[in-house]
């Protein structure tokens, strides 16, 4: 997991070629008074999905790790955990991986956890299992972002 922020992004673009063309694309759109929904920037290869989820407490939101896809999740307002754990410990399944909707889930417990803050994204590959949308209930505005690993 990569954490950064928005403001800083350039230092990350280097590590994927997609991303410089996905920080542009978020800092130059004001995506908190957009519709909510999904934003294609390049089909299924790169899209964005604008939510207001309700976060769930810790106990309650499993871990999810994903094959096709990486995720940059960008948060618009509110305050958001996440929990981590590397993908190659994760023991607890929910069932088998679901390919057509690219996410297997996971009971198992993170060993870390980081708060993000509007302005602030984290980056998950592959191999990062992670619980998004931890909180005490309240409503949150973020981005998820989903790039086909190459």
Known sequence: MILGTLKDSARYEALHPDFKEVFDYIKQHDLLHTELGRIELRGDDIFINNIDPTTSLASDQPLEVHETYLDV??????????????????????????????????????????????????????????????????????????????
């Open 73 to 150: 999740h960008v948060l618009l307002e509110g305050r958001e955990r996440i929990g981590w754990l590397p993908a190659s410990e994760c023991r607890k399944a929910r069932g088998t991986f679901d390919h057509e909707k690219d996410f297997i889930l996971y009971d198992d417990t993170p060993t870390s956890y980081v708060d993000l803050l509007p302005g602030q994204f984290a980056i998950v590959y592959p191999e990062d299992a992670h619980a998004p949308m931890i909180g005490q209930g309240e409503k949150i505005r973020k981005l998820i972002i989903k790039i086909r690993v190459k």
